[in-house]
């Protein structure tokens, strides 16, 4: 094809993508490029834009939120994670055996998915209210506490049940990846484990989990990085409280800008966020290049 | 062998039970307390079944003004962003599919790209360039960003549709003197019903569920959508409206299980696997 025609098509193309481009241009790089450079301003609702380089970045290192927030954050990423992808995997497994009602089943295991995040986190807190709440009915009932817990404005118990709910409403996610993985495994590996007389035990750790490890790669890393941007669910269980224990780098965020006004802070705080999760990505591709090499 | 055999399903059974359990529950009871009579709700008695069933709530939704208008608005801002994704997607779709240029690697650079980014970054700028165009607090404005916030993936999915479908139609058709704009809209339009059927549901039940965008662009209190109104519900006015609460959360959680129901299809069809593999 001689250079003429190339550009008479790509000029085509463009046509047809011009509607889709524009507005993409328009309101999600143009402001993404700008909000990146925001994080190297003090701007203030109001106020002039001024650049500010690094200041930020420095104000960070000694504010006690910026820390706080990001070790929940950490904490809430690395929990739920680890949570959805190991019951997920269970999960998985059960129904990848092929039983009665296995259908069923995993039409019913994709509710918490198909909820709207803030009706999982109104679902949860009408759990945990409590004086109505099902989980204080029942703890008492059973005998094991004798007066209601306010579990959402407890110290020692907002943590982990946040984590709950979060968890919950990521298992599916997790678990439908990882059948569709397991489905993808040819049927004749294990026959051939059967045949040198393997044990189940073996069969998992030599075939089931080698051959699952490129998607299980992808579930984390991409998990990692939807939990790391949490906001709707923790919002509405907790609003960050009590005392900012699950402000969550998001809510963080959201607060630095829209409640005090620090917009240029607020959007450090995202460029922070975008490193972290680049970094997670990048492990991932390292991961991912190596497995298609060998 | 046979018994362990046996003993091994039951525990399987067992297990998926338990799951099932904790996975649906939590849906079940706030369904169950939406047709609770309030009485019923604060007596302290446990039961999943509601002693006496009422309507009563979902009455007082429909009665409410703020949560009936703000599910109008969400319906609103659902239905435009919906179609105007869909136009704008089609055209695009095809050009990915039918010219492999560099502008596909592009396209795919950003589709991948865009995920990295917190929605943070996008919107603090897009609150400022939305407030310049007074657009902000405006249920054209948060169309507006629905629709490039669907597109996407929109766009990606019906690439993938209009690569299956023979190129030879469309020869046909433009031998027959057809326009590329008809080509695309009355000849692959009608062919690619199920994957604009999907997009559309898609389109609209991430509008229907979105909830930051919404937060901070809308600031009048009947312009709000349902999902920021039933957040703020929460917040406010506390465990009084507990039941009201459950049945309009009940509301809102159809379109997206309905969505789900025919995605159902997909997920079984291992498309999943196929973009994992990717």
Not at chain 1, 56 to 66: K, T
Not at chain 1, 75 to 102: D, E, P, S
Not at chain 1, 238 to 256: F, I, K, N, S
Not at chain 2, 152 to 175: C, D, K, N, Q
Request: charged fraction near 10%; aromatic fraction near 12%; include cysteine.
């Amino acid at each position: 094809m001689n250079k003429r025609s190339q550009n008479r098509r790509t000029g085509g193309q463009l046509k047809l993508l011009l509607p889709a481009l524009i507005p993409v241009f328009l309101l999600s790089l143009f402001p993404l490029l700008r909000g990146v450079y925001l994080g190297f301003t003090d701007y203030r609702l109001g106020e002039t834009i001024r650049f500010n380089g690094l200041d930020n970045y420095a104000r960070m290192l000694h504010d006690v939120y910026f820390w706080q927030s990001f070790q929940v954050g950490f904490i809430w990423t690395i929990v739920v994670t680890a949570g959805q992808v190991l019951l997920g995997l269970c999960l998985a497994l059960l129904l990848h055996r092929k039983m009665r009602f296995t259908s069923i089943y995993s039409t019913l295991m994709l509710v918490p998915w198909a909820m709207p995040p803030i009706i999982r986190g109104i679902v949860w807190r009408q759990v945990y209210d409590p004086d109505t709440g099902i989980l204080n009915a029942l703890l008492v009932r059973s005998g094991l506490i004798h007066q209601n817990i306010n579990w959402l404005s407890s110290f020692e118990y907002v943590i982990p049940a946040v984590i709950v709910a979060g968890i919950w409403g990521e298992i599916p996610k997790a678990a439908v990846f990882l059948l569709a993985g397991l489905q993808a495994i040819p049927d004749d590996l294990y026959e051939a484990a059967r045949i040198d007389g393997a044990g189940v035990w073996k069969e998992f750790t030599r075939i089931t989990l080698p051959m699952l490890a490129p998607v299980m790669a992808a579930v984390v890393s991409l998990s990692f990085m939807w939990n790391f941007n949490t906001f709707g669910i923790v919002w509405v269980l907790t609003q960050g409280g009590p005392g900012g224990l699950t402000r969550l780098p998001m809510l963080a965020a959201y607060e630095e800008a829209f409640r005090y006004g620090y917009v240029g802070y607020a959007a450090a705080i995202g460029n922070v966020m975008v490193v972290i999760i680049s970094i997670v990505l990048f492990g991932y591709l390292r991961v991912q290049l190596k497995e298609n090499r060998s | 062998m046979k018994a362990t055999s046996a003993v091994v399903t039951g525990a399987a059974h067992g297990a998926l039970l338990l799951f099932m359990i904790f996975l649906v529950f939590p849906l079940v009871w706030m369904v169950s307390t939406s047709f609770k009579p309030t009485q019923e709700i604060f007596s302290g008695i446990v039961s999943l079944l509601p002693e006496t069933t009422s309507l009563e709530h979902y009455r007082t939704v429909f009665q409410e003004q703020k949560i009936l208008s703000s599910m109008v608005n969400s319906f609103y801002v659902g239905i435009f962003s919906t179609v105007l994704v869909v136009l704008i997607a089609l055209p695009g779709a095809y050009a990915l599919a039918r010219y492999s240029t560099r502008w596909n690697n592009v396209a795919l650079g950003w589709i991948l790209g865009s995920q990295i980014f917190p929605v943070i970054l996008v919107l603090i700028p897009l609150y400022l360039l939305l407030r310049m165009m007074f657009l902000t607090d405006s249920l054209v404005g948060l169309t507006l960003v629905y629709v490039v916030w669907d597109l996407p993936f929109v766009l990606w999915m019906l690439h993938g549709y209009v690569r299956s479908i023979p190129v030879e139609i469309e020869e046909a058709a433009t031998i027959d003197g057809a326009t590329r704009g008809q080509i695309i809209f009355r000849i692959l339009g009608p062919l690619l019903l199920p994957a604009i059927g999907a997009s559309v549901l898609f389109a609209f039940v991430s509008a229907w569920n979105e909830f930051f965008f919404a937060l901070v662009l809308m600031k009048s209190p009947d312009l709000m959508t349902l999902q920021v109104e039933l957040a703020r519900f929460t917040g406010m006015e506390g465990q009084a409206r507990t039941g009201p609460l459950a049945a309009a959360s009940v509301l809102a959680t159809v379109p997206s299980v309905l969505l789900f129901g025919f995605l159902q299809k997909w997920f079984a069809s291992g498309l999943v696997a196929g973009a994992v593999k990717n």
